[in-house]
């Protein structure tokens, strides 16, 4: 891929304006009464671009999404506590109000695109996370005036770039998660660069009932099966032995729930449902993780958020830090769990971009990154 353009081109920019477009799309939680974020990572990550920029003499002005409202002004998903912490970070830049309060932002509207940027001499996309989006403000700036790649975008991208261009080997990817849906086209790519891909979580379910086994009330998507039939034949897919689960109306999730998990064989009886792999899968899917030299991560084995569906993930990430391989892991409940098993140290690199990590692995770029190439400026 033609190398992203850089901001140290710019020399000095005393005197001049620069649009840094973020992802601050940061998790918050009341705090006295008013809400705070509760991780500001994210915000931490900027500070030494921002940092950088204004001793160049520059002013910064920064830009994010944050949550969904969906086109109208809605004062619930105000930017204003992810500004009291970036004031205190990194004093001096200045937050503009919430991208998405406009429909032009996610229509990719160029009016929209070109008000952004308004009265700016530059544009930096930092935000790797949301580059898989053809949003206003991914898009239209890079049209409009000269534009760069931010650090920690360009890590991203040379991380996952250099892991599926020229992995070390066996590299093993392990994919989990929820929807069979969102993910099957990672696993498609995968399974052609990788030397084993680990299929875990609710999406392997749809892949069992593609090999004739009966699943329960286990989540299934039944316009996946012929794919899921073709990619087991390939054999480098591996999908679990056996499940943890529970019957079909006992509780489970974040609250827990009182009823002990049950370990299921090959086959998930009519009324129980699997919500976490079992013994068996976790003794192979170590054995595998054992030997990577690479390893690529992307969605839990499991309803980690339940202590009693979580020994899956937590086995898996075990031995992904044991392993000594390179290790990359993406999606923000995958890097959720390995926080709260404090193994996130242990990981090579922490891609902050899920969504983003993924389409980025399947097409080999995004719309974001294709803007800033093709961004007419010198
Ligand atoms: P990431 O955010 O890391 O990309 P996903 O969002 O794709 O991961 O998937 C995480 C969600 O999948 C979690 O909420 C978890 O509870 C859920 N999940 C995992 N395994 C199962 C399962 N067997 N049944 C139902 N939900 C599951
Ligand atoms: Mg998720």
């Known amino acids: 891929m033609e190398a992203l353009p850089s901001y140290e081109r710019w020399g000095d920019l005393s005197g001049k304006r620069v649009l840094v477009r973020v992802d601050f799309n940061t998790p918050v939680a009341p705090v006295d009464g008013r809400l705070e974020v509760s991780d500001d990572f994210r915000i931490r990550s900027c500070v030494a671009l921002f940092e950088e920029l204004m001793a160049l003499g520059a002013t910064v002005v920064a830009c994010t999404h944050f949550g969904r409202p969906k086109g109208t002004v809605d004062p619930r998903y ?60 991914i898009m239209i700036p890079p049209t409009l005036v000269p534009s760069a790649a931010g650090p920690n975008l360009r890590r991203e991208v040379a991380t996952l770039g250099a892991l599926l261009d020229a992995p070390a080997r066996p590299f093993v990817a392990i994919v989990g998660g929820a929807k069979v849906a969102d993910k099957l086209g990672v696993v498609r790519v995968l399974a052609e660069k990788a030397d084993t891909v680990l299929v875990g979580g609710g999406m392997a379910y749809t892949f069992c009932v593609a090999q004739g086994r009966t699943i329960g009330a286990s989540l299934v998507d039944g316009s996946f099966l012929d794919e899921c039939r073709e990619l087991l034949a390939g054999s480098k897919v591996l999908i679990p032995t056996d499940s943890r689960g529970l019957e079909v109306g006992q509780p489970f999730g974040g609250a827990g729930g009182p009823d002990p998990a049950l370990t299921f064989g090959a086959d998930i009886p009519d009324g129980f449902l699997g919500l976490d792999i079992g013994p068996a899968a976790i003794e192979a899917f170590v054995a595998v ?75 080999g770029d995004l719309p974001g990154l294709a803007a800033l190439r093709e961004s007419p400026f010198p």
């Open 289 to 363: 993780i054992a030997s990577a030299a690479t390893v690529l991560w992307n969605g839990p084995m499991g309803v980690f958020e339940d202590a009693r569906f979580g020994a899956g993930t937590e086995a898996v990430a075990r031995a992904v830090a044991a392993s000594g391989a390179v290790s990359v892991v993406g999606g923000g409940d995958s890097v959720a769990a390995l926080q709260a098993y404090g193994l996130d140290g242990a990981f090579s690199f922490v891609s902050t971009g899920g969504g983003a990590s993924l389409e980025f692995v399947e097409l």
């Open 78 to 137: 105000s930017v204003e506590p992810v500004r009291r912490r970036l004031a205190e970070l990194c004093p001096g830049v200045e937050l503009m109000e919430n991208l998405r309060f406009h429909p032009g932002e996610e229509a990719n509207d160029p009016a929209f695109g070109a008000s952004l940027v308004e009265g700016f001499d530059y544009y930096v996309n930092e935000a790797f996370s949301a580059s898989h989006r053809a949003h206003a403000s």
